[in-house]
């Protein structure tokens, strides 16, 4: 009887693949061929079976996607925890491999050309990125209190992104800042995520004003932030200090030049405020003083920083993109062009959308690239507010359902890698989305499922049927 219990018990440790997840995952592929087909076929066309059009190329690729479903679902489930490291090696060899062998398209030497078809390797290295963290994450003890720990972990997630950057697909290369999602739910401090605000904040800030009023702002920000937690006197010292300094250089500045340069008058004042603060803290043995003088001093080199980057290491269009979304530059006919007719195309669409087959922005290609980067507005056009909805909440349900099955695993690998999907599509999603209709930077990456493209309908696939096929083990630890 007990042997009986115990055969029992073993054979309810293996589950189904999850029936929900695989309905969400099929509608998100069937409404996303469709509006493939809707952006590619024309009213008076005869031959349907047009295999040089691209509504026929993706459903090849939805074919072999299948068969890699198919694959991924016969293999071991410990096969992608055995061998992670040796995928994700795979995936640096042929990212490597791509910028020397690859063809360059739309600025970018990121694809392979088999034929007709062609290949981008970083849509499956974001798989292989996602196993290897899972894996080092799962195993050696690791916790982001042991700072070694972090060294090996760092190297893993850096190497594709330079990669990916050195290909001049940083649209690409962004994506994978998502897994910080990941790192958070796995116990990184959420004072990172705080500093990642501050940076994007302090970012924008450095593009839309004077590094003066920037100055001002940290300065102010940093004294009250003192003056609330303590040391009211010292800091009220300090805040004149800064002030006087202030005065005498930017009279000295007016007197000498004409002019006044706030920015050099600012920072010795901040300067010498801040030694003063320091010195007064040492003598009472306040610590934390510390931490914000070094945060606020570190924000006025990120705004020096980010004035380099953006001048020198990002391409000429990527500024412009960046410029036009923060309204500093207008160039409707240009980097706007795009995001534009986007936007007319969803608002055109208005509550129940213009009709399959009838969106006249779709038929006429006023917006570049609508069966790829732009498809969504596809989707505003023909099916208005409600399509647009139901595809938003389906895409919704799918993370939130990767994330409970995520809680489910016993498995640490199998956990950390759910939630490695759910950064991803998150991310693609949110990302594309905003940038259909003026939220996001223009930065060309696809959205799941929707978007023309073999290797991205193939990535996504294997990404997320590897989870799946973990999940049927989820009461296992799998290691």
């Known amino acids: 009887m007990d042997k009986y219990k115990q055969m029992k018990s073993s054979v309810k440790t293996k589950k189904g693949i999850d029936k929900l997840t695989v309905l969400l995952y099929t509608a998100l592929v069937i409404c996303g061929w469709i509006n493939i087909y809707a952006v590619n076929i024309s009213l008076d066309t005869t031959n349907y079976f047009d295999v040089s059009q691209d509504y026929f190329k993706q459903l090849i690729w939805i074919g072999i996607s299948l068969i890699a479903i198919g694959i991924i679902m016969i293999v071991d489930g410990k096969f992608y925890v055995e061998f992670a490291y040796i995928l994700y090696i795979l995936g640096i060899l042929l990212l490597i491999a791509v910028r020397f062998l690859g063809v360059e398209i739309n600025g970018a030497k990121a694809w392979f050309r088999i034929g007709n078809f062609g290949f981008q390797p970083v849509e499956l290295m974001k798989t292989a990125t996602a196993l290897a963290i899972a894996y080092y994450m799962s195993r050696f003890g690791f916790t982001f209190k042991k700072k070694t720990k972090l060294i090996p972990l760092s190297l893993i997630w850096v190497l594709p992104i330079a990669l990916v950057i050195f290909q001049n697909d940083t649209g690409s290369a962004l994506v994978f800042f998502s897994f910080f999602i990941v790192f958070f739910r796995e116990g990184l401090s959420p004072y990172v995520i705080l500093f990642g605000l501050i940076a994007i904040i302090i970012f924008i800030l450095?593009?839309?004003?004077?590094?003066?009023?920037?100055?001002?702002?940290?300065?102010?920000?940093?004294?009250?932030?003192?003056?609330?937690?303590?040391?009211?006197?010292?800091?009220?010292?300090?805040?004149?200090?800064?002030?006087?300094?202030?005065?005498?250089?930017?009279?000295?500045?007016?007197?000498?030049?004409?002019?006044?340069?706030?920015?050099?008058?600012?920072?010795?004042?901040?300067?010498?405020?801040?030694?003063?603060?320091?010195?007064?803290?040492?003598?009472?043995?306040?610590?934390?003083?510390?931490?914000?003088?070094?945060?606020?001093?570190?924000?006025?080199?990120?705004?020096?920083?980010?004035?380099?980057?953006?001048?020198?290491?990002?391409?000429?269009?990527q500024q412009t993109r960046i410029m036009v979304m923060l309204?500093?530059?207008d160039d409707p006919l240009g980097a706007g062009y795009n995001v534009n007719q986007s936007k007319i195309a969803i608002g055109s669409g208005g509550l129940l959308g213009k009709g399959f087959l009838q969106g006249t922005q779709t038929k006429f290609n006023f917006v570049?690239?609508?069966?790829?980067?732009?498809?969504?507005?596809?989707?505003?056009?023909?099916?208005?507010?409600?399509?647009?909805?139901?595809?938003?909440?389906?895409?919704?349900?799918?993370?939130?359902?990767?994330?409970?099955?995520?809680?489910?695993?016993?498995?640490?690998?199998?956990?950390?890698?759910?939630?490695?999907?759910?950064?991803?599509?998150?991310?693609?999603?949110?990302?594309?989305?905003?940038?259909?209709?003026g939220l996001a930077p223009v930065i060309g990456i696809p959205l799941p499922f929707f978007s023309y493209g073999g290797s991205s309908i193939l990535g996504f696939s294997i990404l997320l049927f590897i989870f799946l096929k973990l999940d049927t083990y989820r009461n296992e630890l799998i290691r």
């Open 206 to 317: 450095t593009l839309i004003i004077a590094n003066s009023t920037i100055f001002l702002i940290l300065g102010i920000t940093l004294y009250f932030m003192l003056f609330i937690k303590g040391l009211r006197k010292e800091t009220m010292i300090s805040g004149l200090i800064v002030l006087v300094v202030f005065g005498l250089l930017s009279s000295i500045f007016y007197l000498t030049t004409g002019e006044i340069k706030y920015t050099v008058a600012m920072l010795p004042g901040f300067g010498i405020g801040c030694i003063y603060l320091l010195y007064k803290a040492l003598l009472k043995k306040v610590k934390y003083i510390w931490f914000y003088i070094l945060l606020f001093w570190g924000s006025i080199a990120f705004t020096y920083t980010t004035d380099y980057v953006f001048e020198k290491v990002l391409p000429e269009y």
């Open 327 to 329: 309204g500093l530059k």
């Open 368 to 437: 570049p690239e609508q069966n790829t980067d732009f498809i969504f507005c596809t989707v505003g056009e023909e099916w208005g507010f409600v399509g647009t909805s139901i595809v938003v909440l389906l895409f919704i349900i799918l993370l939130f359902r990767i994330i409970y099955l995520s809680e489910l695993q016993h498995s640490d690998f199998s956990r950390i890698y759910g939630y490695c999907v759910t950064s991803i599509f998150f991310f693609h999603f949110a990302i594309n989305i905003g940038m259909t209709i």
